[in-house]
């Protein structure tokens, strides 16, 4: 049982170059979100999905889309990096029923220069 | 907007000391999380709390909750070097899962 993984681990790229971070849970849960988590600014909510093929916007979505084809995998895309997005990204999920306890992948630090 | 702040931001305290750090709204929430957040890797669950002046004990960490719902405490006994880490609260916003996190409180037990 791997719980929630994501790759990469680490990334650099050039403003405007586009990636896609990859996000993956073996626990079948229904609930998955993206968070970027910044010094002194905790973690923020980028997106997240209740389900295959429903997505919603979370606290700060600028520049980033996600899509959710299968319970397992939710991809974040960036289009265009911004050296504000400069960051550690977390993958997250979640049983939509009862408790709300978030289960968190490693992270991945991204450079954007 | 912060819905959730939490106080310190930095603490650096030597072995077998004993801390407290808080979490603290403006407005009334059902329930709340700590989670711990050690470095290169994501933050894990410790305890929730869900009624008003509930206390939950996690062997030298105790967790409580306000009565009025509004703020939470961590208070850590005789604190070790594994307890580094950083310490986020955590509260359910609309509906489904979501989840807003606080600040986080940055702990440095030095042995």
């Known amino acids: 049982n791997a719980g929630v993984t994501q790759t990469p681990k680490f990334q650099v790229l050039k403003t405007g170059q586009s990636m896609t971070l990859q996000c993956a849970q073996d626990?079948?849960?229904?609930?998955m979100s993206w968070y970027r988590q910044d010094p002194g600014m905790g973690l923020r909510l980028i997106h997240y999905?209740?389900?295959?093929?429903?997505?919603d916007q979370g606290e700060v979505p600028n520049g980033y889309n996600v899509s959710r084809s299968t319970t397992e995998d939710f991809p974040l895309r960036l289009l265009s990096a911004a050296p504000s997005q400069t960051s550690v990204y977390f993958c997250?999920?979640?049983?939509?029923?009862?408790?709300?306890?978030?289960?968190f992948g490693p992270g991945t630090r991204l450079t954007v220069t | 907007t912060q819905l959730l702040e939490q106080s310190p931001q930095f603490l650096s305290i030597q072995e077998g000391e004993n801390l407290t750090v808080y979490c603290n709204s403006s407005?009334?929430?059902?329930?709340l999380q700590w989670y711990r957040q050690e470095p290169g890797e994501g933050p894990v669950l410790l305890v929730t709390?869900?009624?008003?002046?509930e206390v939950k004990k996690l062997k030298r960490l105790t967790f409580q909750f306000g009565d009025a719902r509004k703020d939470s405490s961590l208070h850590i006994t005789a604190a070790q070097p594994g307890d580094t880490g950083l310490y986020l609260c955590?509260?359910?916003?609309?509906?489904?899962?979501?989840?807003?996190f606080g600040t986080g409180t940055k702990l440095q037990v030095i042995p």
């Open positions: 997250a999920s979640s049983r939509l029923a009862g408790s709300y306890e978030q289960y």
């Open positions: 626990m079948n849960h229904e609930y």
């Open positions: 999905s209740v389900g295959a093929g429903i997505t």
């Open positions: 407005s009334v929430f059902s329930s």
């Open positions: 709390v869900v009624t008003g002046g």
């Open positions: 955590a509260r359910p916003i609309g509906g489904y899962q979501k989840v807003t």
